[in-house]
């Protein structure tokens, strides 16, 4: 009996610690997709960027650098349509220039935003497997 008692109470408390994380996290990465360094964050919250990159990555599964930079392909990908410029897109979507937009999104959908533009896209935030 004084067993489940303990487990339970250890359960309760990790369960807790959990939400706490998941409630530093949100608030940390809306703080980082508006803009502000991941070290002011950190700062911020009262932990090291060791402690909170730790947190991060077992939380939410990737590192808070990849985690931004897929934020903002997936931001440029949404706005990306046939009739917009790519030095005005590169600009709205927060990337230095355009050629550092370009290698972002070579990177995530292995073609140029040239191509995505061009491409036959059901909805404006898919990317078609390009070897398909």
């Not at 809306?30 to 730790?54: H, N, Q, T, W």
């Amino acid at each position: 009996m004084m067993h489940a008692s303990i487990s339970s109470k250890r359960k309760s408390k990790s369960r807790l610690r959990d939400l706490a994380a998941a409630a530093l996290l949100a608030r940390g990465i809306e703080r980082m997709r508006k803009g502000v360094a991941i070290k002011d964050v950190c700062a911020g919250e009262g932990l090291s960027p060791y402690v909170f990159r730790k947190l991060f990555v077992a939380n939410v599964g990737m590192t808070p650098k990849r985690y931004l930079r897929i934020a903002r392909f997936r931001d440029a990908l949404g706005r990306l349509t046939p009739a917009s410029s790519l030095s005005d897109l590169a600009f709205d979507a927060d990337f230095a220039d355009q050629s550092h937009m370009t290698r972002e999104i070579e990177q995530f959908a292995a073609m140029t935003p040239g191509r995505l533009r061009a491409s036959n896209r059901p909805y404006a935030g898919h990317v078609r497997d390009p070897s398909a």
